[in-house]
């Protein structure tokens, strides 16, 4: 048995395991356990946040704040979220994602707890920065995990499944907290969700394995599945000696900024729907909150195709092609491209239903993004996926926060469609550099101008 506690080194070294040359058994499914395991994670962390927006009024009369307050509150954390991406993503790769995901999900439920309890401007602000600042690393320890459970044909699919629960989360959380509002009081709507992070977490660390080999769930069918072989019939193996982090060489790397600010330009774009979204369709477009249950909806559930739909095209041009280069730049580009086609007339329309199916068109070719775009620090950052996904999600991240901030203070003006106008830029530019700059198949954390 391998140690837990040392890192996983590499996803391509290969060291033969004295076995048989013939595997005949029937490969068991133990990854899609673990994928499922981790999907339910982004769920609940995306509940964390869309819980603030659907609660934003009634805090906002609470503690008699404006738009401009609400959304620095919705800012500050974004910013948390940034600031803690590299240093979680590290930890990720040094220590494993077992350790590290349960400890982020048992801190994310007492921040969440924190905000309940909030007495004022000051205590939301703490609270929120310190929920930010918490959930950091979750998504990168967690593509760190599934750059080691799964093989690089599946990836994108992978990260589509993901991000398709977190939209999930976005869809459901007015359903869950609307109720416990009106029962409870805002405040129980934290309480509440907080509690639920603590039982991921246990079941989590009893249940998952820093690698599939120390899994019981797994037999050798599926581990050659997912290692591939030797030519000498063996299974391919990951090497658990600890490297040290070459910072130099990831922070250099061009092909890292570039990841990083194409995945600047999609989180800009999405992160209206995380935040604003609600505010948006019932001060401008007058929806009641039984309307914005039913119609406010739509986008998301596009949303919620569009990461599936776009993680499995990503992963079959790769497959088709043998290139990860076409395979994440035939579905990135083309989303970003449609995306800001449509959600410029989705502003400027003045009948509601057809803004919201020109919105979910946007949405659903926009979520095309994410598959390519979470499986490219897991193709080009090797044992160190986490510490570049992390740099990535934290640019990502402050871009995001400008979107919360940008919003709330032209809406506070009556500007409901310059913020449009501003995304659909964002999102050609995100188009181009997707075209131009990023490559798949260039290693960040190796010598310059390597590949994988």
């Known amino acids: 048995m391998v140690d837990t506690k040392r890192a996983v080194a590499s996803d391509s070294d290969a060291i033969p395991l004295p076995s048989p040359p013939l595997l005949t058994e029937t490969p068991t499914k133990g990854r899609w356990v673990i994928l499922f395991l981790l999907a339910m994670m982004y769920l609940i962390c995306y509940m964390d946040r869309s819980n603030f927006s659907v609660a934003a009024p009634e805090i906002s009369k609470s503690f008699g704040l404006d738009k401009t307050a609400m959304g620095f509150l919705l800012g500050i954390f974004t910013w948390g979220y940034a600031l803690g991406q590299v240093p979680a993503g590290w930890m990720g790769d040094r220590f494993g994602p077992r350790k590290v995901l349960t400890i982020?999900?048992?801190?994310?439920?007492?921040?969440?707890?924190?905000?309940?309890?909030?007495?004022?401007m000051a205590s939301l602000v703490t609270a929120r920065a310190f929920l930010g600042l918490g959930e950091a690393g979750a998504f990168p320890v967690a593509s760190r995990g599934m750059q080691v459970w799964f093989k690089k044909s599946e990836r994108g699919r992978c990260q589509g499944t993901t991000h398709l629960f977190s939209r999930l989360a976005v869809v459901i959380t007015p359903f869950v907290a609307g109720p416990i509002m009106v029962s409870l009081?805002?405040?129980?709507?934290?309480?509440?969700?907080?509690?639920?992070?603590?039982?991921?977490?246990?079941?989590?660390?009893?249940?998952?394995?820093?690698?599939?080999?120390?899994?019981?769930?797994?037999?050798?069918?599926?581990?050659?599945?997912?290692?591939?072989?030797?030519?000498?019939?063996?299974?391919?193996?990951?090497?658990?000696?600890?490297?040290?982090?070459?910072?130099?060489t990831i922070l250099g790397s061009p092909n890292m900024w570039f990841i990083a600010l194409g995945y600047c330009c999609f989180f800009f774009g999405t992160n209206f729907y995380l935040t604003w979204y609600p505010t948006y369709l019932r001060e401008y477009r007058h929806m009641s909150l039984m309307q914005l249950g039913i119609f406010g909806s739509?986008?998301?559930?596009?949303?919620?195709?569009?990461?599936?739909?776009?993680?499995?095209?990503?992963?079959?041009?790769?497959?088709?092609?043998?290139?990860?280069?076409?395979?994440?730049?035939?579905?990135?580009?083309?989303?970003?491209?449609?995306?800001?086609?449509?959600?410029?007339?989705?502003?400027?329309?003045?009948?509601?239903?057809?803004?919201?199916?020109l919105l979910s068109l946007s949405f659903f070719c926009l979520e095309w993004?994410?598959?390519?775009?979470?499986?490219?620090?897991?193709?080009?950052?090797?044992?160190?996926?986490?510490?570049?996904?992390?740099?990535?999600?934290?640019?990502?991240?402050?871009?995001?926060?400008?979107?919360?901030?940008?919003?709330?203070?032209?809406?506070?003006?009556?500007?409901?469609?310059?913020?449009?106008?501003?995304?659909?830029?964002?999102?050609?530019?995100?188009?181009?550099?997707?075209?131009?700059?990023?490559?798949?198949?260039?290693?960040?954390?190796d010598r310059p101008g390597a590949t994988v």
């Not at 596009?302 to 076409?326: H, I, Q, Y």
């Not at 449509?342 to 199916?357: C, D, E, G, R, Y």
């Not at 994410?370 to 996904?389: E, H, R």
């Open 369 to 445: 993004v994410i598959g390519p775009a979470w499986a490219v620090p897991m193709d080009v950052g090797g044992a160190f996926s986490g510490t570049v996904t992390g740099v990535m999600n934290m640019m990502g991240a402050f871009a995001a926060s400008l979107t919360a901030v940008i919003y709330g203070a032209l809406f506070n003006r009556n500007y409901w469609v310059a913020p449009f106008v501003v995304s659909a830029g964002v999102m050609f530019l995100g188009a181009l550099i997707w075209i131009f700059l990023i490559d798949p198949e260039k290693s960040v954390v």
């Open 298 to 357: 739509v986008p998301l559930i596009a949303g919620m195709c569009g990461d599936l739909v776009g993680g499995a095209m990503s992963d079959f041009f790769v497959r088709k092609t043998g290139s990860a280069k076409l395979g994440r730049r035939l579905v990135a580009a083309p989303g970003f491209i449609l995306a800001g086609l449509f959600i410029v007339p989705a502003a400027m329309t003045t009948t509601p239903w057809i803004s919201i199916a």
């Open 185 to 248: 009081g805002w405040r129980w709507v934290f309480y509440i969700f907080g509690s639920v992070g603590v039982v991921w977490a246990l079941i989590f660390v009893l249940y998952y394995r820093n690698r599939p080999e120390e899994h019981h769930s797994v037999n050798r069918a599926e581990l050659a599945e997912i290692r591939g072989l030797n030519p000498d019939g063996t299974i391919k193996t990951l090497s658990t000696a600890r490297q040290k982090t070459p910072w130099g």
């Open 104 to 120: 982020i999900m048992v801190w994310r439920a007492i921040a969440i707890t924190l905000t309940g309890a909030a007495v004022g």
